[in-house]
Every structure is written in C-alpha cells, then in structure tokens.
C-alpha cells in the first residue's frame, strides 16, 4: 500500500528505526528492506544511511563493524528514546487506531 504523496509519512523513520532494531541488530540493508516490506517501498540509501548515522551521532544506536558490514543495534540511550517515542505516539495518535478499530463497520471519510 502507498501512501499518497500528499500525507507526507516520511517524518518517523528515526522511530522505526529504533523500533525494528528493538526487535534485533540488523545492518542498514535489512533495515531498509523491513522498513520497505511495512511501509511499501524500500528506503533509498541516501535516505536510510544519513537516518542511522544521525542516530549513531546521537548515541541510540550504536555499530558493530565485521568487514565491510556494520550491524547496529540500540543503546540504552536509545531504548530510553524509543519507550519516549511510543508514549508520544500513544498519546497522540492512539485514538486514530482506537476509534478504527474498535468500530470495523465505521468508514473513513
């Protein structure tokens, strides 16, 4: 499913991010290609790298070098954030899913 370009979504990549490395580490491919199978469409590199580095500046992240591949995975800096992250989410946006989901035969208008 895509998202329509008018209903801009990109703003919460930093958050899942955290989520999915809450999960397990994984290097910046896999990420991009979990972040794509959810959302649709594949993150490019130019998008998802400048995310992780930002992250890794900001000590969330952190990286694991073997070779030419680094496997990030969270810090408790970052799971401090994450948990941050989804009370806000909850908070703002929990009804949105509440209100749909608890009512199947109420359509969106």
Not at 39 to 54: D, F, Q, S
Not at 86 to 104: K, Q, V
Request: net charge positive; hydrophobic share 30%; proline share 4%.
């Amino acid at each position: 499913m895509h998202v329509s370009s008018k209903c801009d979504m990109r703003g919460l990549l930093s958050f899942q991010v955290l989520w999915l490395l809450s999960k397990r580490p994984m290097h910046g491919d896999e990420i991009a290609g979990e972040i794509g199978r959810r959302r649709g469409e594949k993150p490019k590199a130019g998008t998802i790298y400048p995310a992780l580095k930002e992250l890794k500046e900001n000590r969330l992240i952190k990286g694991n070098r073997k070779g030419k591949t680094i496997t990030y995975s969270l810090t408790a800096d970052g799971r401090s954030e994450l948990r941050k992250g989804i009370m806000y989410l909850c908070r703002s946006f929990g009804d949105i899913f509440s209100e749909r989901y608890s009512a199947p035969k109420r359509r969106l208008r």
